[in-house]
């Protein structure tokens, strides 16, 4: 059976969960995967230890044009903020003592991917 090539849509699920995997690693904790609302996305709400963790995945196949973090202008800082607002408006209940957010920069191809974690990028 031939196996075609990779859409981009199935690289970016592909890449999510290799930087949730990674993060699983390192000891966080899933709270919520793809909350969606009118204002945005939010990829991973992650506790660590007792802070709130809001992850952005940025996939890259390569590093030549620059990494995730880079991609991440003011603009959509604005809309991740706004996104988090939101999830914490729904959450009232949620504890933590503080919260933050990380990039997870995701380069090469699926199955032989490389992470880059900015922790606190903004």
Known sequence: ???????????????????LSELKIKGFQLIERNFSCKQGELD????????????????RKSKDFGNGLESIDHHKQRKLRIAAETWLGKNQSAV??????????????VGHFTADWIDDAF
């Not at 933590?96 to 191809?109: A, L, N, T």
């Open 1 to 19: 059976m031939s196996v075609g090539p990779v859409s981009a849509i199935e690289r970016g699920k592909a890449a999510e969960d290799f930087a």
């Open 44 to 59: 991973l709400v992650m506790m660590d230890r007792n802070e709130l963790v809001f992850v952005e995945v940025r996939y």
């Open 96 to 109: 933590f003592k503080g919260c933050r957010f990380d990039v997870m920069s995701i380069s090469g191809e």
